[in-house]
């Protein structure tokens, strides 16, 4: 983990109080990005810099507070879903994506995750499902890990009719921004969600998944998890944190962040636009 990013934040938070005498008129971004990055680095949360943000927003401030207990919630990892979802559509089942080959075809790892999504379509056969990821292959702009995913998803067989395509995302917090903008126009139905990666991942993707839905107010929870036994791969604090920067709206800080702590195996160079 970087120290790095702690102290730059710090300082970010230091330099908005020398703007102004009272530390409850700082704005609440760096607050925001003081809370992440420093239980990132530390593992402990920053009550300070969170009562402070409850200070100037409280509304904000408490969706922090929650975001920042989900983080420190253990998620379990699974290898297929529970039984006790729900069985109609308003379960939604949640992919993420992983770097197509330069030519658009699927890597192994993407593969190997859509067998635990195709299992778990086949025990809930009436939830929808999400593919999600965008252009990442190096040789073909026209390829999409979504959609590489729904073509075979629809080649084993799932009705087309249950395939949401989320084909835009570059990043897991855009995986979550964008699905949630599906999901609240055209499938209000959806309560629950359930998502699907490789079992690295899946506590990344439970907690912005999560976050996102805390900021927007919304009533979807996540109630499961299901994923694929990857043999490396590993995703770290700070990148989290970059991903709910990412989240909060400094898509730019978020992407400073990413590269200097890019430590999973084999994803693609990242881009801000």
Not at 87 to 100: E, H, N, P, T, Y
Not at 114 to 135: D, F, M, N, R
Request: hydrophobic share 45%.
């Amino acid at each position: 983990m970087k120290n790095g990013w702690i102290a730059f934040v710090l300082a970010v938070c230091l330099a908005a109080a020398g703007i102004v005498p009272a530390a409850a008129q700082a704005p609440v971004q760096p607050l925001i990005e003081r809370v992440v990055v420093s239980y990132a680095d530390s593992g402990t949360i920053d009550e300070q810099a969170l009562a402070e943000l409850t200070d100037l927003d409280p509304e904000l401030g408490k969706k922090w507070t929650l975001i920042m207990h989900l983080w420190e919630a253990p998620v379990y990892v699974c290898p297929q879903l529970s039984e006790n979802l729900p069985g109609d559509d308003s379960l939604c089942l949640v992919a993420l994506g992983f770097q197509l080959n330069p030519d658009g075809t699927m890597r192994e790892e993407l593969i190997e995750r859509l067998k635990v999504l195709l299992a778990a379509a086949e025990q809930y056969p009436q939830a929808l499902i999400v593919c999600t990821g965008g252009g990442t292959a190096a040789d073909d702009p026209a390829a999409t890990e979504a959609g590489r995913m729904a073509e075979w998803l629809k080649a084993q067989g799932v009705d087309p009719g249950r395939i949401i395509v989320e084909d835009h995302s570059l990043t897991t917090a855009q995986n979550a921004i964008f699905t949630f903008d599906i999901l609240e126009e055209r499938y209000p139905q959806v309560k629950q969600l359930a998502i699907i990666s490789s079992d690295y991942h899946i506590a990344t993707g439970v907690l912005l998944f999560g976050a996102e839905m805390i900021l927007r107010d919304s009533d979807i929870e996540i109630a499961g998890n299901a994923a694929w036994n990857a043999p490396s791969g590993t995703l770290s604090a700070m990148f989290q944190a970059g991903a709910l920067i990412e989240l909060s709206g400094d898509v730019e800080t978020a992407f400073e962040i990413y590269y200097d702590t890019y430590d999973i195996h084999e994803l693609p160079p990242l881009h801000a636009d």
